[in-house]
Every structure is written in structure tokens, then in C-alpha cells.
């Protein structure tokens, strides 16, 4: 945990936010400034700062948040359009790994 990250901040339950899932391995909830109808991050609990951080060891919790954005994909019917997003670098305003599943 990173105690000057957002993320990190949301996950420890100190900034309050709607929770879409959680489990022992990611959080998913709705982006504070949807750029779509449904537009939910998808962040690992563990703080790891950039997808250029991703190793092997890594490889098991990015198929389980592969295999969470599928569900959410059809459990919010997002089959006929969606989109999903890395930002890195300076198009990351939180740097803390994440996702959005954005979609009508």
C-alpha cells in the first residue's frame, strides 16, 4: 500500500466509493468522472505502480482482472460495444495500475 495513493486510499476503505467488486486481488468501482455510461475501474489491490511493472509473477492476478472485466462485460450487457483502457505514464493520473471498462 501506497499511503499517498488514491487508489491504495479507496481500497484501505479510508475514501468512501461505490463498489462494483472486491475480492482479495481487485477492487472495481465507477470513475468519479465518467467519460461513458458505464465507465468502472478495474484496479488491483496490490499497488503496483505501471503496466511497465507487470513481470511473470504477475501473469495469475492479470488473468483473474481479465476474467472480472469479462464478467462485468456481461453482466452490464456491454457485449454490443466497449472498450477497455491502460493509461500510463503522463495519461495516468493515478499511478496505480488500472483498467476502465468504459461502455453504453
Same mark, same amino acid.
Given at each position: ?52 511493472? !507487470? ?6 492476478? !492479470? ?14 450487457? !456491454? ?22 471498462? !468504459?461502455?453504453?
Amino acid at each position: 500500500m501506497n499511503k499517498n495513493c488514491t487508489f491504495c486510499k479507496i481500497i484501505a476503505e479510508e475514501i468512501p466509493t461505490e463498489l462494483v467488486h472486491k475480492d482479495e486481488d481487485i477492487f472495481v468501482f465507477h470513475d468519479i468522472n465518467p467519460k461513458a455510461p458505464v465507465h468502472l475501474l478495474v484496479v488491483p489491490r496490490e499497488h503496483i505502480k505501471t503496466f511497465l511493472d !507487470l513481470n511473470d509473477k504477475r501473469f495469475p492476478l !492479470l488473468t483473474k482482472i481479465i476474467k472480472v472485466v469479462q464478467r462485468l462485460v456481461k453482466e452490464k450487457k !456491454l457485449e454490443g460495444g466497449y472498450r477497455v483502457i491502460i493509461n500510463g505514464g503522463r495519461h495516468q493520473e493515478v499511478e496505480h495500475l488500472h483498467f476502465h471498462l !468504459l461502455g453504453d
